[in-house]
């Protein structure tokens, strides 16, 4: 580690311990380096093969666990329709990684007409629901970032739909539905509905289409194109048959590295991230993930064939990704690869490895290495940024997870000469003197290589802390005696199972300070019809009032400090919510009055909430002015999703 590093490292070590003030810490970590280029993952969602969140794909991957089915029977009543005539009647759909229910949605918390979102493509309806999660996973849900600078890059490898697409399940070919499967729109439609000013553009790159635009969308946040960027990949098989399978489809299980690879199994999935400067994040106390240190495109050029992988291209993106990250390749200690199960393929990624480690260092075998194919199949734009939530979840467990199917290595394959091992079980990740990192890999057909470098974030439970710190501003507790935790819902199931998501979190997470638990909640969320909100002053007494709600139904209990009202409660005017608003906001700056009396303030809080739940919308930066609260990683809004299917 340089001695800049080190330093650094230092400083924030002293941040977490309460040894140095924030602002102190800020201004020395410029200091120490004036062009901070580290971008910190800030917000996280995924839908993937056996997972609906990343906390359960993590511990799919930590336990080995394949997610690799016949293709699901809810799915094939959609599909059976189309097949020819000589198909009818067999079984022709090839097994993979598959997700459930592309057929539903949930139209009214998008306020999309019913007929309307018919018309839409599973791609964007599922991207968008899944973006939407991520961004308040981050903190940044609701209007938060209504007319921000902030960029959308989705990576979408849209070749295989030519051959079906949802465009063949529907009987017109209008405006609504050509919008609905237009491949521009699926980042544009994120843009229009969050009122999102930054680029906003689809990526295609072939396999490599997710990692080539959060590359782009790292690229754009440095030179300041956009402020934030919400960026991913997605990929589905609305048919698929095997004669539409451009790879020889696995019959067996997937083995990347191994002596009997199996091949290419296909899978579905989508993963989202919100991203933002470190820096910045640090100052406005977001919740990390984990930190991008740098990254690299390349592309084959003539040094193979098209469409064939290459040692040379493979090796450029990562010595590249190297000098961007500007680390030294002997701190990689896992590397997740692309790995696409055939012997001459997972031979030439080795290759590419091997050389790239080659021109650095001579240690062998000091890095890991795997990857998610055999756990969930190849996901297409999808697999890169599989591969980098695998890896964030590992960074932040300190565990290196096996590599999916993996028994024997390929005897073609010269690990023993190499800098890298397959990591065959589930292992303590350990380190000395450096910061966790890892590089990841990712190959299109089309010749474009893509490597990124993650390092971890320090995290609240370990001895390194950037994500954030578990003070509070002593000044604050002072003035904010009482809290205000609200929850809002478009309908009353999606809201109960709010409640019981905030009641296992809280029993999940029992040290978590409530202010920062109130904070994230109230300004990170939209505010929706169905309405709750609870005045406490402890993590205990809201989990109390929350246990309440769910033995006594959503009502009004007052009388145990629960407001509660539903959609005909906060059917008012414009002008009546306006001046309700008015009237909300005027008590959220009076409730920070100095000195104001514990007693003054409970009631202030009480008739906020009162206000709340009759329909007001409240500008929670009035009572959270001068704050220090942090962003916590708690429960996304739980859609309530319906059939939404072409007819």
Known sequence: MSETEVINRKILELLQKGELDRGTALTMLKKMAPVNRDIAIIGLACKLPGADHPQQFWSNMENGISSVVPFPKSRKQDMDVFLPE?????????????????????AEFFRIPSKKAESIDPYQRLFLETAYEALEEGGYGGTKLHGSKTGVYVGNDHTHRMLFSYLDVQRTRDADTLLGSWTGILASRISNYLNLNGPSLVVDTGCSSGMAAVHTACQAIRNKECTMAITGGINLFLYPIVQNSMLETSKDTTRVFDRSP????????????????????????????????????????????????????????????????????????????????TKLGDSIELSGITSAFRTRTDKKQFCAIGSTKGNIGHLVAGSGVASLLKVIGALKHKTLPPSGGFQEPNPFIPFVQSAVYVNDRKVAWEVEGTPRRAGINSYGYSGTNCHLIVEEAFSDNGSKEVAVSKTTSPEKEQRLKMHIFTLSA?????????????????????????????????????????????????????????????????????????????????????SQRRKQSETANLLLQAALQDRKAPVEQTEIAREICQLFVNGAVLDWKLWYKDSSWNKLSVPVYPFNRTRHWAQ
């Open 86 to 106: 000589h198909l009818r009647g067999s079984d022709p759909y090839f097994s993979g990684g598959y997700l459930e229910n592309l057929d539903q949605f949930d």
């Open 262 to 341: 199996g091949g290419v199994t296909w899978g579905e999935g989508v993963v989202v991230l919100l991203l933002k400067p470190l820096q910045k994040a640090v100052q406005d106390r977001d919740h990390i993930h984990a930190i991008i240190k740098g990254s690299a495109l390349s592309n084959n050029g003539s040094t193979s064939k098209l469409a064939e992988m290459s040692a040379e291209g493979i090796r450029n993106a990562i010595t590249d990704a190297w000098e961007d990250a500007k680390i030294d390749p002997e701190t990689i200690t896992y590397l997740e690869a692309h790995g696409l199960a």
């Open 490 to 574: 478009t309908n009353e199931t999606s809201l109960i199972r709010l409640v019981n998501a905030y009641i296992s979190w809280i029993e999940d997470h029992p040290s978590s300070a409530i202010g920062d638990l109130c904070h994230t909640a109230n300004t990170g969320r939209g505010q929706h019809e169905y309405r709750l909100a609870i005045p406490v002053t402890s993590l205990e007494e809201l989990l109390i009032r929350l246990q309440e709600i769910i033995s006594s139904g959503i009502r009004y209990l007052r009388d145990k400090g629960i407001y509660a009202a539903g959609s005909s409660d906060t059917a008012i005017t414009e």
